[in-house]
C-alpha cells in the first residue's frame, strides 16, 4: 500500500513568487493535513481538509491556502512568497473512523527554498 | 490548549544502553499521544501511539512508551540503543479542542537522539 506522496520534493522560488505543492493521501485517507517544519519554529500545523472541506486553520497569513479535491488528493499554495516561507512542508493522511485514535501518517514532504 | 514538552533537546546514550526520551503533555480532556522519528531529510515516521487502554505502549522498531495520566508524561524507551536509532524524535497530541474529528496534531519541539558506538 503506498504512503503520503508529495511532490515536488524540493525547489526554489523566488521572493515575490508562488508555490504550488502537492499531496496524493494513503488510498481510503480522507482527512489530510499540512504542517510547515523550520528550524525555529518546529512544526506548525497549516490546515487541515476532510471532504473537500477546510476543517481547521492555523495561525498562518492568508498567502497560505489549500484546498481538497473529490479523491482526496490535497493541493496548497502559497501567493507572494517571503525568505522566511523556506521551510519543509508536510503533509498528512488519516482515516476518519471511530473515535478518533486513528494514525495520522505524513509524507517526505517538499523542500521549498526562497530566494 | 494543548501543548506538548520534550524538555531535552538532546540525549546520548552508549549504544546497547537503555534510552528515555522524555515528553509531558497538557490537554483539557482525554490525550490521544502519539511518537514519531525523523531522519535527516526525511518525513516523520510513525512510532507509536496511545489512546486508551494499557499505559504501556508498544511500537515500531522495538520501542515503547509508557503513558502516565497523574505525570502527564508519555515517555518513549527502548531496553537497548541502537546507532541506527539516533534521529530526531517528536511527541505529538491531537488536539481535540479544534473540533470534533478535527485531526490536527500539537508537536513539541523534538529531540535529538545520539547513540554512540
Known amino acids: 500500500k503506498a504512503g503520503v506522496t508529495q511532490t515536488p520534493r524540493y525547489l526554489i522560488k523566488t521572493r515575490g513568487q508562488q508555490v504550488t505543492l502537492s499531496c496524493s493521501p494513503i488510498?481510503?485517507?480522507?482527512?489530510v493535513s499540512w504542517y510547515q517544519q523550520t528550524p525555529g519554529q518546529g512544526l506548525q500545523f497549516l490546515f487541515e481538509?476532510?471532504?473537500?472541506?477546510?476543517?481547521n486553520k492555523g495561525n498562518f497569513p492568508g498567502r497560505f491556502s489549500g484546498r481538497q479535491f473529490s479523491n482526496s488528493r490535497s493541493e496548497m499554495n502559497v501567493s507572494t512568497l517571503e525568505l522566511g516561507d523556506s521551510a519543509l512542508y508536510l503533509c498528512?493522511?488519516?482515516?476518519?473512523?471511530?473515535?478518533?485514535?486513528?494514525?495520522?501518517?505524513f509524507g517526505e514532504g517538499s523542500w521549498l527554498t526562497v530566494v | 490548549a494543548q501543548s506538548v514538552a520534550q524538555p531535552e533537546d538532546q540525549v546520548n546514550v552508549a549504544e546497547g544502553n537503555p534510552l528515555t526520551v522524555k515528553c509531558t503533555y497538557s490537554?483539557?480532556?482525554?490525550?490521544?499521544l502519539f511518537w514519531y522519528v525523523q531522519y535527516p531529510n526525511r518525513g516523520l515516521q510513525f512510532l507509536l501511539k496511545?489512546?486508551?487502554?494499557?499505559?504501556l505502549v508498544k511500537g515500531s522498531y522495538g520501542f515503547e512508551a509508557e503513558f502516565n495520566k497523574s505525570q502527564t508524561s508519555f515517555h518513549l524507551k527502548k531496553p537497548s540503543a541502537l546507532v541506527s536509532d539516533s534521529a530526531l524524535y517528536f511527541c505529538?497530541?491531537?488536539?481535540?479542542?479544534?473540533?470534533?474529528?478535527?485531526?490536527?496534531?500539537?508537536f513539541g519541539k523534538g529531540t535529538k537522539l545520539s547513540v554512540i558506538p
Open positions: 505529538a497530541v491531537r488536539d481535540v479542542e479544534s473540533g470534533a474529528g478535527s485531526y490536527q496534531l500539537t
Open positions: 481538509y476532510f471532504s473537500e472541506t477546510q476543517r
Open positions: 488510498s481510503g485517507h480522507r482527512s
Open positions: 496511545y489512546i486508551t487502554g494499557d499505559n
Open positions: 498528512a493522511s488519516s482515516l476518519v473512523v471511530g473515535g478518533g485514535g486513528n494514525t495520522i501518517y
Open positions: 490537554v483539557s480532556g482525554n490525550p490521544y
